[in-house]
């Protein structure tokens, strides 16, 4: 019998409120299952969201226990601390990495927690200008996994921090928001992005100009060489083997076509050394008597000339000797 064919039953028939009551009242096995859907719906009231003044609790419990370790073990290199009573609004002061274009730099970073913290992450952004290949040029929105889809509850906003300087130290320009640092980075070209990383640096993080005696920028020797430098590379080592080929082959020549000089049995017998010559000189531009016509033979000047080095080369042998 339908609920609705029940009480038109109890009303044609005139009976008592007493009696529909307890006739109407379920028993057995229907009240076993009415109680356990009534105690399953408390339970997901209790898991839903709606009541989100236990979550905030446990994220703001957790932010003053952040801070009581930030107190605790300060770190040189960032100093971490929230906007006044607000433990959902942080600010975080970065020094530059070394051997960075960014290092004696102090950047300024934002960090709003959500209420959901730490089971959602931070929203964390540069507030100074940064020229970084993974940092929004403009809203200083910064590209970082841990932000996203691989953070973890046991992050902590100092671990963050620590991220973030990895970053600054090693970028990955394969996932750009700065797209002309990327390229930069991906064409190999460290030099201008050195140059503007540490243009802006100075400009708006108070970075120092690198001294005299830096290597600036310093290059990783370790890294891995592209297309273009592998056959730079290729070209000078050739070049070193031909120029060390050339020079051996250079050397043997010579060797070869040195004046040994006179023979050692000449040597042996004791013959008194020539005395040396004065080097024969060209006659004077227009004293050529053999010519009689006031000018050098250009000819005979050149034999003159080579016979006179021919002479002084012989004298220095035997004075050698």
């Known amino acids: 019998m339908h609920l609705e064919s029940f009480f038109d039953f109890l009303r044609y028939n005139r009976l008592g409120v007493a009696n529909s009551v307890a006739l109407a009242r379920p028993r057995g096995a229907s009240a076993r299952r009415l109680e356990r859907g009534a105690a399953h719906r408390v339970a997901l009231v209790a898991a839903s969201p709606a009541a989100p003044s236990s979550v905030a609790m446990s994220g703001r419990s957790r932010l003053a226990k952040e801070l009581k370790e930030c107190a605790r073990d300060p770190d040189p290199t960032i100093a971490l601390a929230p906007d006044g009573e607000n433990l959902f609004a942080w600010t975080a002061t970065l020094m530059g990495p070394k051997d960075t274009p960014f290092e ?12 959901s913290y730490p089971l959602a992450p ?38 963050v921090c620590r991220a973030i300087l990895a970053l600054m130290s090693s970028p990955e320009p394969d996932s750009p928001l700065n797209c002309d640092a990327g390229n930069m980075l991906r064409a190999r070209d460290d030099l201008a992005y050195w140059s503007m990383a540490r243009l802006y640096s100075r400009m708006h993080a108070g970075a120092a100009e ?112």
């Open 104 to 115: 004696t730099g102090t950047f300024v970073v934002k960090m709003r927690v959500p209420d």
């Open 122 to 159: 931070p929203k964390a952004r540069f507030a100074t200008k940064i020229f970084h290949p993974n940092v929004h040029f403009k809203t200083g929105e910064i590209c970082l996994d841990v932000l996203k889809d691989q953070w973890s509850p046991a992050w902590t906003l100092h671990s």
């Open 210 to 321: 690198p001294g005299p005696d830096a290597y600036w920028p310093p290059i990783d020797p370790n890294r891995e060489l592209d297309e273009y430098e592998k056959a730079d590379e290729a070209r000078l080592r050739e070049r070193e083997r031909a120029d060390a080929s050339g020079s051996g082959s250079n050397r043997r020549r010579d060797e070869a076509t040195e004046d040994p000089g006179p023979p050692p049995a000449a040597r042996e017998k004791g013959k008194a050394p020539m005395e040396p010559m004065e080097p024969m000189e060209p006659p004077a531009r227009g004293d050529d008597a053999e010519t009689g016509t006031g000018t050098t033979d250009p000819r005979a000047a050149a034999a003159r000339a080579a016979a006179a080095r021919l002479e002084a080369a012989r004298v220095g042998r035997e004075g050698r000797e």
